[in-house]
């Protein structure tokens, strides 16, 4: 894509099979990270803190808004599971789940994990939907090739084919995905967006064979959503090339 003629930031990055990179294009661009943020947080509940069948109790007070389902699940109080919370933070990006376990697992761990795996461009730096934060200009951010390293990292994990189950589970379709409009690949993906923002980012299996892909759209409008459709016929693609 010529950055010339798109009227924002982009970057986009696809290897298939795993480890042969066939799109890369600004991927150093630093963008608003969105729900992206959360697949650092998956990773850390896996690999680090290893607290996956312990309950928690949510409150209403924790509840905040936006994408998510507690707001209707929790009445008062209710526990979960931190495994069910990591679910609904990625199979419906649920707002609440994600505050709920950066409370738990704490802002500068989870920052220093972050860097730890090599996303050095990345910094966890609010809470989901925190007004106040926005406001003064906090903003968790990230780049192509941060996100990459984080997917890298999932795939080097003793755990990885559990993360893999929850990112299947992914309920937003609409970005790469429909782009591919194949049922031949499979996908294990995270989406984010924000106003003037659409990401989609994760794993694809085709062939037996797994892929990554990243793509980071900051723009108005339909073009960034039109940019990824295209990224998404740009793996459909591969079809063509393996026939």
């Known amino acids: 894509m010529n950055q010339s003629a798109f009227p924002g930031k982009y970057a986009f990055h696809l290897e298939y099979p795993l480890g042969h990179s066939i799109i890369s294009e600004n991927l150093e661009i630093e963008m608003r990270s969105a729900s992206l943020i959360k697949l650092p947080i ?55 789940a994600t505050n709920v376990l950066i409370h738990r697992y704490g802002m500068p761990n989870l920052n220093e994990f972050i860097q730890s795996i090599g996303m050095t461009s990345t910094k966890l730096a609010r809470l989901m939907r925190d007004e106040v934060a926005i406001l003064e200009g906090r903003e ?23 993360m893999l189950h929850i990112l299947k589970g992914q309920q937003f379709q609409h970005k790469v995905p429909f782009g591919v409009a194949d049922d031949e690949f499979t996908f294990y993906h995270k989406t984010g967006e924000l106003d003037g923002l659409d990401h989609d980012s994760g794993f694809f299996y085709f062939q037996d064979k797994l892929g990554l892909f990243v793509g980071l759209t900051e ?25």
């Open 219 to 243: 723009i108005h409008e339909q073009n960034g959503l039109d940019a990824l459709h295209r990224f998404g016929e740009k793996i459909r693609s591969l079809k063509g090339e393996r026939t």
């Open 140 to 162: 968790n951010t990230t780049t192509a090739t941060d996100i990459t390293k984080c997917l890298k990292s999932m795939e080097e994990s003793i755990s990885f084919k559990e």
């Open 42 to 96: 998956l990773l850390y509940a896996f690999q680090i803190a290893k607290d996956l069948d312990e309950r928690i109790e949510i409150t209403t007070a924790d509840l905040v808004e936006g994408a998510g389902i507690l707001q209707t699940l929790v009445v008062g109080k209710k526990k979960f599971t931190i495994r069910e919370l990591i679910t609904l933070m990625i199979v419906v990006s649920d707002n609440t």
